[in-house]
């Protein structure tokens, strides 16, 4: 019989009696506390210690559905350890057979294995079929008379389902009589009453099943959230009023455009949990650790400064005996209030050299930096109003709340995003094509993909939002990319051109937009250097920092395969270096000189319609 994943005919060996006199036995308390363990384990200080047991038919999927789980959490840097019928009944157990006796005995020890793992702050998920309601609940009432957290996870994997999978054979073996007692066949087994989750009763494929487990231990606080809850700024319908009438009464501070759209930022939710404009502290976290720490421990990837600049007069002014609140202006408009502000140095060459690696104003994001103020005011965000910028593409811009729960709705169970500020290709749609394939052949039933060129500040030579999503639009329509399983938004970040740095930014927004997988570029975020001829960063560098990068346990990053043009083929093709001669690379150089000159790239480069969008819009920088 397979009481933990294997049946075997054999006599049931001498026991040990477990009525054993324990009144000499005084257990002995530990100098070393749950909290103390805690601090010394995982991904932050809490405390995540509990057993998860998976209960359910022999090959319902318990150990895959457990082992898979363990993966998962280890790579969130959670400290988790598979439990296995099969194993601890080659070990801890050998001496037990498969008698009802011996059943519980079995389930006794591994019970009170799991409930040390847990004490010791570990999550011990526990793989056994356990058939007897009773046997659980005894496990259950060791971890609640020593206050720890018990879930039961059933498989409900079908019997049917079960016996056709017959991974071992053996209720092919049952079924003609040479095991005896298999549970199932000619042995009971008991469903759960009370299980705290249920899985495999509909066939969900993996991927699925974990994620239940895992959402119901976000949901308890016992791991921390994939991602976050997302933090927007808005002051509330119901007090709008009052709140601009009470900004009104405020000392202002007029802020650029730039600042606006990192406001959006903030206002939105995208730097979740950040609640305002940085102040010193976190500024200083994010310049020399590229995170935040949060309470209890964690660490929020937090790559770029969200900072708003000030002059030394705004800080006289701000520094005032009495000034508790600030309001933001931009145009003459007050968009928001900034509670207890603070003002601090914004040692903008230390900031320029951690974030770019140079601090040279021949670099268009520096150039702003150093076009401010040399101080930066911090504080908590109050702001007023939904912003909206009345280009005719407000529309597109979505809210990380409203593009989960278009996700939602489309009935999404796994979102990739790409990232992206130049019209797209049949290079970056073949990577977007192959990554959905991807994602359909482990098993998810409706990926989707979140387009999401940024939309806020960039260099003078890059092709503008408006004719981006012209573009963007076009191969939409042509079907290059299927609308039903895409959504186009406007990622409303400004442009730094800081590269592997940058690169963990533009995936923290995605993580909390609600993605799980991130297309990372072939060279994400770079730009060719201010003053020499070569470009600013290594190419392999931002895929390479973005794998390692801390504070962002939620994603999946699949990396950038360089796709060029097949003269053969005569379309886009992953580079195949053995047959180098069959490729052809068009440059972002030479794709603007086809387009200045009105001649026609490659047939399969680029959408049709697509390229007359950006072919018009370079022909019309000539002519000017």
Not at 416 to 433: K, S
């Amino acid at each position: 019989f397979h009481f933990l994943g294997i049946h075997r005919v054999m006599a049931s060996p001498t026991r040990v009696s477990t009525h054993v006199d324990n009144k000499n036995v005084v257990a002995q308390k530990h100098l070393i506390s749950r909290s103390k363990r805690a601090e010394l384990l995982g991904v932050d200080s809490r405390f995540h210690g509990c057993t998860i047991w998976f209960t359910g038919l022999s090959g319902a999927g318990k150990t895959t559905v457990s082992f898979a789980l363990e993966a998962e959490l280890t790579r969130r840097g959670v400290p988790c350890y598979g439990l296995d019928g099969d194993n601890c009944r080659t070990g801890l157990n050998k001496n037990l057979g498969f008698s009802p006796e011996d059943r519980t005995e079995n389930i006794r020890r591994v019970g009170e294995v799991s409930k040390l793992f847990a004490d010791g702050g570990i999550v011990a998920l526990s793989s056994f079929i356990s058939p007897y309601e009773a046997d659980r609940e005894l496990v259950r009432k060791m971890h609640d008379d020593s206050q720890l957290p018990f879930v039961v996870c059933h498989v409900a994997t079908s019997l049917a389902v079960c016996e056709a999978r017959d991974p071992k054979g053996l209720y092919r073996r049952a079924r003609a009589g040479e095991i005896k007692g298999f549970t199932g066949i000619d042995s009971a087994y008991e469903p759960p009453a009370n299980a705290e989750i249920t899985v495999g009763d509909n066939g969900e494929p993996i991927e699925h099943c974990v994620g239940k487990v895992l959402e119901y231990l976000e949901g308890r606080g016992i791991i921390p959230k994939r991602s976050p809850d997302i933090i927007e700024l808005f002051v509330p319908e119901d007090k709008r009023a009052s709140k601009t009438a009470y900004a009104e009464t405020l000392p202002k501070l007029d802020i650029s455009k730039l600042s606006m759209q990192w406001l959006q930022v903030l206002a939105e939710g995208w730097a979740s949990p950040l609640t305002g404009f940085m102040r010193e502290r976190e500024f200083l976290q994010t310049l020399h650790f590229n995170a935040i720490a949060q309470e209890g421990g964690a660490s929020v990837s937090q790559a770029v400064p969200i900072v708003l600049p000030c002059t030394e007069a705004d800080k006289e002014r701000i520094g005032a005996a009495g000034v508790d609140a600030i309001a933001l202006v931009y145009e003459g408009k007050t968009v928001a209030i900034m509670q207890q502000p603070e003002v601090y140095d914004g040692i903008r060459e230390e900031r320029c050299s951690r974030t770019f690696g140079l601090a040279h104003e021949g670099h268009p994001y520096i150039k702003q930096i150093y076009a401010e103020g040399s101080f930066l005011v911090g504080g908590e965000l109050e702001v007023l109003d939904r912003i909206t910028w009345g280009d005719g593409l407000d529309e597109f811009r979505k809210t990380p709340n409203e593009l989960r729960a278009i996700f939602k709705e489309m009935g999404a169970d796994a979102v990739y995003a790409f990232q992206l500020r130049n019209p797209i290709h049949n290079g970056h749609a073949l990577l977007m094509q192959d990554t959905h394939e991807k994602l359909l052949a482990r098993g998810f039933k409706k990926p989707v993909l979140l387009l999401h060129p940024l939309g806020g500040f960039t260099k003078d030579d890059d092709v503008p939002l408006t004719t981006r999503m012209q573009q963007h639009n076009c191969v939409l329509d042509e079907g290059v990319l299927p609308r039903d399983s895409t959504v186009l938004a406007i990622f409303p970040s400004p442009m730094l051109y800081a590269g592997p740095t940058e690169v963990q930014w533009h995936a923290k927004a995605r993580a909390n937009a609600g993605a799980e997988f991130y297309i990372v570029g072939r060279d994400p975020a770079g730009m060719g250097h201010p003053t020499e001829d070569r470009d600013m960063f290594q190419k392999h560098h931002g895929k390479n920092v973005l794998a390692l990068a801390p504070g962002l346990p939620s994603l999946e990053i699949i990396p950038f395969r360089v796709a060029a043009y097949h003269t053969g083929k005569k379309q886009m093709d992953f580079f195949d270096e053995t047959k180098a001669s069959d490729f052809m690379f068009i440059s972002g150089t030479k794709m603007r000189k086809f387009a200045r000159s009105g001649e026609e790239p490659p047939v399969g480069f680029m959408c049709p319609s697509g390229w007359k969008v950006v072919s018009e819009y370079y022909l019309s920088l000539a002519k000017k």
